[in-house]
């Protein structure tokens, strides 16, 4: 038998919005220039909204170092995500190839990857989101800029650290390293964006690293350092 639906008297009120009309506290925006995913609550955001500008939104990592100017077009980003991922779920979940790691180890990776890098002044790092950004206004041969080289070679002992001949077994270290060569060299060059985004994250697909059948290669340019999870038998 229907349910008797009876009309009755309601009173509707506005919701009091903290800032500017959001409909919860919190939101969650992406950062205009490094993609950042980034939780905010509305009553801390006035001060990013403010150094972002109209209708546009800056993590306070690019806030901090300037990226929200015009000039962000000499900062290239590039990230070994993949690298880390590779050791995460070739040489740790799965540990099948390559000599086995502990989620210690590929932190400890992580960590001097990221001292190496910032030995370059150039060189500049993002730990939420395992991206570097790199300054090519100050790179050239002019007297006050530093050659083309200096970034290939930090890139070089960047990639060195990772020890690939125990780590990845039949991995090419060289065609790792073209990949980021020329991305990098396109963007000095001519300011050349990588062909699928602004951000430069390589695989290590066809550089002789075997990959299980189960891994999604495109899938592990997304990984961060909340992805190392221990895993359960
Ligand atoms: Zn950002």
Redesign the pocket.
């Known amino acids: 038998m229907a349910e008797k639906v009876s009309a009755c008297k309601v009173q509707i009120k506005p919701i009091i919005s903290p800032i500017s009309g959001e409909l919860s506290d919190r939101v969650l925006r992406k950062?205009?220039?490094?993609?950042?995913e980034?939780e905010y609550f509305t009553n801390q955001s006035q001060i990013i909204d403010r150094l972002s500008g109209p209708k546009n939104f800056?993590?306070?990592?690019?806030?901090r170092h300037g990226?929200n100017n015009r000039s962000n077009r000499d900062v290239f980003i590039l990230s070994f995500r993949s690298i880390y991922a590779y050791f995460y779920l070739q040489n740790y979940f799965c540990s099948t190839i390559g000599k086995k790691l502990w989620i210690s180890e590929i932190e400890d990776y992580i960590e001097s990857h990221k001292d190496v890098g910032l030995i370059n002044p150039l060189f500049f790092y993002?730990d939420d989101?395992m991206l570097w950004f790199i300054d090519f206004s100050k790179v050239g041969n002019s007297k006050k800029k530093i050659p083309l080289d200096e970034i290939l070679k930090t890139v070089v002992n960047i990639l060195a650290s990772f020890n690939f001949r125990e780590n990845i077994i039949g991995m090419k270290l060289s065609d790792l390293y073209l990949k980021y060569k020329e991305g990098i060299e396109a963007f000095y060059q001519k300011r050349h964006m990588p062909k699928d985004g602004r951000i430069l994250i390589p695989t290590l697909e066809n550089t002789g690293a075997v990959y299980s059948k189960a891994h999604n290669i495109e899938k592990t340019k997304k990984f961060i350092f909340k992805n190392l999870c221990v895993k359960k038998n």
Do not use: I, Q, V
Not at 31 to 36: P, R, S, Y
Not at 58 to 63: A, D, G, R, V, W
């Open positions: 950062c205009n220039f490094c993609e950042k980034c800056y993590c306070s990592f690019c806030l990226f993002d989101t």
